[in-house]
């Protein structure tokens, strides 16, 4: 490993620095929540056309959804940046005929990304009505929707050095899912996909340097507590004698999403299906566990975050005072 003289460490540390806000984590790219919601009307040929109705939050702010006149199917979009928080509200109003009643149809998709929390959320409710034209047809009228949130971010790990052999600094990224997915109208399989991912890691200590480690999972069930977890080792550190240390960059990323396919007509749509819910609102926590010993922060901010916790090794010291304590008990009992 290189041994760099004081002067070059500063500098070091800036291009790492550099190299990481143009990289996947900055600012507002650092956490992202998406939500989705569509609403559509199909095979109602002799109805007018609905109309539209709701609201999105996008980081605190709230607007109207407006949809064009005359349109049987409206989709809106909605992202968050940093500490993003969406939510979203839409709901159409579908009359059969003139002069009868409007059918209210809501859906509601909501998502959650909080670095400083290390949370995910995520949420979609949908819905179905049959719809009774003049002359005793019956077609459908549906929401569908889609809903995900992912967090990236960039650490510098830094760990005591005095020269000699680097020490190995695993590193072990886990997200704890707690949620429920309901298939009512059975027209789609239902799922939620996460997926954890290192970069500037090896997947082990006597392994070569990865560029990225990677876990993506479906899930197809209610999920309670499920924890997922990726681990690997720090690699190509820069170390100094001079300083006493050693430093590492590597990144994280982790996401959840809605996942389904819902055939409509001749076409197939991704999204979760009319009268399906998913419900993940609390339903994502971040942990990163790192070394005792480890100083960690983020490359953004400079700041440490509550979620990234120091596991610690049993020392020589404790070791041995644990087998003279256990040699002890057996000349007792003898």
Known sequence: MPNLPPACIPAA???ALA???AGPWTGAAAA???VQTSTGLTGLATTAAPSFTGTVWQDGVSSPIAAPAGVFGHSADAYGGTRAAVDQALSVSVAPA???PGLPLPATAHGLADIGAGRLGMAVATSFTPVVEPGGAVTSAFTVGRAGAELGLGFDVVMPWSGGVVPTVPVTLRLTLDGTLVDVANEASVGLRSTLRLSNVAAGPGGAPAATLESVQDFGTSLSGHRLSLGGVLVAPTCSTTYGVCAWYFGLYASIESTGQIQLLSSTISGV??????DFTDGARIE????AGATVTDVV???GHGWVTAVPEPSAAALLAAGLAVL????RRR
Do not use: E, I, K
Not at 288 to 291: A, G, Q
Not at 328 to 331: F, M
């Open 13 to 15: 540390l800036r291009l």
């Open 19 to 21: 190299l990481c806000c």
């Open 32 to 34: 992202t929540a998406g």
């Open 98 to 100: 003139p002069q009868v």
């Open 273 to 278: 299906a009319a009268g399906d819910s998913l």
């Open 288 to 291: 990163l566990l790192v070394p």
């Open 301 to 303: 901010s400079g700041q």
């Open 328 to 331: 002890g008990l057996l000349r």
